[in-house]
């Protein structure tokens, strides 16, 4: 089993920052997806930032694309979303997603909401 740690969401006002983190546990073989996606009020749950594979290029949401970036550490076994420049339509709950041993997991969720 898998446990994921989510931290870092709350309040800021438009052009703020915040930055996530999620830390993954447990049995741990390998990690081949780990990243960010969010879910808005009304909306579907869209992908935000994520790392596939070994590669180190990330991919991102067109909407996020110069605003925010993803990180790892590797050792830690911990995800990174700085978000920067933030606007009221990145309102939302964001959802670490990690895909550890060939199953996907799901962190508990952060809400985020960006408003002055």
């Known amino acids: 089993q898998v446990q994921l740690v989510e931290s870092g969401g709350g309040l800021v006002q438009p052009g703020g920052s915040l930055r996530l983190s999620c830390a993954a546990s447990?049995?741990?073989?390998?990690?081949?997806?780990m990243g960010w996606y969010r879910q808005a009020p009304g909306k579907q749950r869209e992908g935000v930032a994520l790392?596939?594979?070994?590669?180190?290029?990330?991919n991102y949401g067109d909407s996020v694309k110069g605003r925010f970036a993803i990180s790892r550490d590797n050792a830690k076994n911990t995800v990174y979303l700085q978000m920067n420049s933030l606007k009221p339509e990145d309102t939302a709950v964001y959802y670490c997603?990690?895909?550890?041993?060939?199953?996907?997991?799901w962190g508990q969720g952060t809400q985020v909401t960006v408003s002055s």
């Open positions: 997603y990690v895909r550890v041993n060939g199953v996907g997991y």
């Open positions: 447990g049995i741990i073989f390998s990690i081949s997806v």
């Open positions: 790392f596939i594979g070994s590669g180190t290029s990330p």
